[in-house]
Structure formats: C-alpha cells, structure tokens
C-alpha cells in the first residue's frame, strides 16, 4: 500500500508540473512551461534531500531526531529512525554478551587464550596473563614466540589435538596442562591448567602406596618364615594344620599383591631406564621356560617369530609385562588349552600376541580389563592367585615403551592379547645380519 506521504509527494509532482504546463500552454511554450515545472520540482526535491542529509547527520551525532521533516520526508526519517534504534538495540545486546563473556573468563582460573588461522594471539584472559606474563603488546604476535616450551611447540604445530598436553616446568616446579580446540576458519582456543597441585597429590598417593608395600615386605617374610615353620613340624596338632595352610596361603597372596603394587608404583614414578636392545627369541624362550612351571604341564604352549627381532627398551620391565599375559593365559584356559606366544615386524612396527583358548572375555570388559583390581570374574580371578593388577601393569610397561595392548576375545573361544610396538622401537638383534 502507498503511504501518505509518497502520494502527497506525488500529487504535489503532477501539480507543479501540470502547474507549469497550463501557464506554458497559456504562454504558446506548453513544453516550456512542463521542462520548467520538472526544473523547480527536481529543485525542491534536492532542498528536501540536502535537509535530510543534514538530519541524519544531526540524529547520529545527538543521538535523538533533531526536527521533524515533511511528508514523504518525515516518513522516510521515521523508517531510518527505527533501524537506528533497532540497530542501537542489537548493539547493546551483543556488548552485554560481550562483557559477560569477559566477565566470565576474567572469572576462570584457567588460561584461555585465542588465536587467529596463523597462529597469531588474538585476545585472552587474565589468568593467562598471571600464568604466561603475557602483556598488550603480545597481541597479534606468534604464540608459539612467546610459549615456546618445544613440547607445547610440537603439540601447537602437529593439530592433533584428541588428548591433553601435559609439560612439566622445572625452573617454576610447574606442572601445567594444555588442550587446544579448533573453531571457525581454521582459529584455535588454547586453555592451560596450572596442574602442579594435582600433580604433587598423585605423586603423594603413588609414594605412599609404594611406601606402605615395601614397609610389609619384612613382617611378611618374618610371618611366612614362622608359618612355613610351623607348618612342616611334626608337632603341629592336626586340627591346626588346616588353619596354618590357609594362612599361609594368605600371606602369600598379601606378598603377591604388595609385590605388584610395588612393580606398579615404579613404572609409574622411576625414570625410564636407557634403552637397550633386547633380543625378543631369547626372552620369550625363558618367559616359556617359566611359564611351563607355571602350568606344571597342564598346557600346551606354543612359541615361534622373527629370530632376529630386537625391541629397544628394558628387559625387565617386558619380561613382566609378557610373563603376566603369559601366566593369565595359563589361568584363564582349561587343562590341555594350547597357549601360543608370537611375534614379528609388521607394516607399523612390531607385535608380540599372546593368544589362548581358554575362557575368553565378554567385550563388554575389554575396555576395562587394564584398571587396577578390574576383574572380569572375581572368584575365579582369586581362585588363580591373580591380584587384579596384571594387566594394568602391562599397561603401563607398554606406555614406558611407547606401544599399546590391543585385546580381542570372544567369549568361550579364547583370547588375543596384543603387544604392538612402533616402529622407532623396534631394531634387529647385535647379531642379526641386516
Ligand atoms: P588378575 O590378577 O585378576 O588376573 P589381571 O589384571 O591380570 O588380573 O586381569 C584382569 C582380568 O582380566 C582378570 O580378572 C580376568 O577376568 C581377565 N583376563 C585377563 N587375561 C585373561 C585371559 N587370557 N582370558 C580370559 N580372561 C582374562
């Protein structure tokens, strides 16, 4: 529908121009008169223009209409007038969102800093300013010029960001905590953790466990000492010689378990030895060796793979990560079950299997097994004399190593427990020709 101020501003068009035509007509110059009439018309019109102008250079520097302007005018500067306030709306919401957002992460404990697709620092808070020391004139420069810890540096650089960097600061004694996360075009939000704290109270439970099992170690052997004592002495009343199996039996189990806890906290708190290369044939010859004992001849156990494969690392650590896979397939298959032992390069590097057929595993576990104390079946565990630490111990024998445990089974038919080491750890014996 046309408004009444573009049809006054119509009419008052026609008017002037058929104005100017009747006085040209009157004239004998009708044509005149018309190119007249449009003149003065265009004339006013252009006034009108410059006025509005004028207005909305008066609204937007004061902030509120000036005058009010006529006819088509004044409905045009009502049209602009409401986008003003609209737009003067919007603007407001958008900077309130704004300084919550600043509200809340001036709030956070943790770094957020954002940078651009280049890696360029664009904005961040203030805890990243008393983390990093970061200061104004840091803006638009590298990140990676002013954090440049080499890990972080890698981790910033490789955009593989699917877990947590953690980066140890021996000047400050800091231990902090990175996860970075893509958005837009290619820009990135980085938030850094102070993780010290969290960091000091893991190492107080790990020493504290570690203390307390290496602390039983002496009265243990003191009470298996006198129970085993006790139990080959002809003068033991037969009603306790029962009583005196199960203890010991017990502390056996405590030994066992406090053995473990100890390998445990070691993988987690000794430093990694120098690597060595350790011939794997060998190895895997005496774990076997060991593991016949184990099953006193209950099994059938099976080795084979490349003779002159060689991992690089410590012998220790992967005789007891494959030993504990070795003597759980032992407990977990049934007398006559064959248990095989095979290893080899492969297109990522190499892979030791221990494979069986024993009970196997619902999959519904395997995600779990390498917790501590996680049993499938805890009576039957208990019954083999597992501690429940096994696999976890693997677990982390393999992570010294830089390798992973991949486990498939299938319930009633077996399982695979699969070693797979990278390739930058594995090499070839010293007398290997290649
Ligand atoms: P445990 O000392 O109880 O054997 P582990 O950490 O070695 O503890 O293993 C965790 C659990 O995984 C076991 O309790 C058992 O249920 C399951 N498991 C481990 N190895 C096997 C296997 N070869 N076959 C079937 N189940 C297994």
């Not at 248990?339 to 494979?355: C, L, M, N, Q, S």
Request: charge should be positive; glycine fraction near 8%; proline fraction near 3%.
């Amino acid at each position: 529908m046309m408004r009444s101020g573009f049809k006054a501003e119509v009419w008052r068009c026609l008017a002037v121009v058929a104005a100017c035509a009747l006085i040209g007509l009157f004239c004998g110059r009708t044509a005149v008169g018309i190119a007249l009439g449009c003149a003065g018309y265009l004339l006013w019109l252009f006034t009108r223009i410059y006025q509005l102008e004028k207005w909305i250079n008066l609204t937007r520097r004061n902030g509120t209409p000036q005058q009010d302007l006529p006819g088509l005018w004044a409905d045009v500067s009502y049209d602009i007038q409401r986008l003003i306030n609209r737009h003067d709306k919007e603007k407001a919401r958008l900077q309130g969102i704004v300084q919550r957002v600043q509200e809340m992460t001036a709030a956070l404990t943790d770094a957020v800093i954002l940078v651009d697709r280049k890696g360029n620092m664009e904005w961040w808070n203030q805890a990243a300013e008393r983390l990093f020391g970061f200061r104004k004139v840091d803006a638009g420069h590298k990140l990676t010029n002013v954090i440049r810890h080499p890990n972080f540096v890698q981790y910033f650089e490789q955009k593989i960001y699917a877990s947590p960097l953690q980066i140890s600061l021996w000047q400050t004694d800091q231990h902090l905590e990175f996860q970075i996360h893509t958005y837009g075009e290619g820009a990135r939000v980085i938030i850094a953790r102070d993780i010290t704290r969290l960091i000091k109270l893991e190492q107080i439970r790990k020493d504290f466990v570690a203390n307390v099992s290496h602390e039983l170690r002496t009265p243990l052997t003191v009470i298996r000492g006198y129970l085993e004592t006790l139990a080959e002495s002809p003068q033991l009343p037969v009603a306790w010689q029962k009583i005196v199996q199960q203890m010991e039996q017990q502390t056996q189990r405590i030994t066992l378990l406090s053995n473990d806890l100890i390998t445990l906290a070691k993988l987690e708190t000794d430093q990694k030895e120098a690597p060595k290369a350790i011939a794997v044939a060998p190895l895997i010859d005496s774990i076997m060796a060991d593991a016949k004992a184990v099953s006193g001849g209950h099994h059938e156990l099976r080795s084979q793979g490349d003779e002159d494969l060689a991992l690089l690392g410590s012998e220790r650590e992967l005789r007891s990560a494959i030993s504990n896979l070795v003597v759980n397939a032992i407990n977990y298959s049934p007398n006559g079950g064959l248990i095989e032992v095979i290893y080899g390069r492969d297109k990522d590097g190499a892979a030791i299997t221990v494979r069986d057929q024993g009970i196997g595993i619902d999959p519904k576990h395997i995600p779990r097994l390498t917790e501590r104390f996680y049993r499938v079946d805890p009576s039957r565990s208990v019954a083999s004399g597992g501690t429940g630490l096994g696999l976890a111990i693997v677990k982390h024998v393999l992570l010294r190593h830089n390798a992973e445990l991949v486990i498939t089974s299938k319930l009633g038919k077996g399982s695979e427990f699969s070693c797979r080491f990278p390739a930058s750890t594995v090499t070839y014996t010293p007398f290997s020709d290649a």
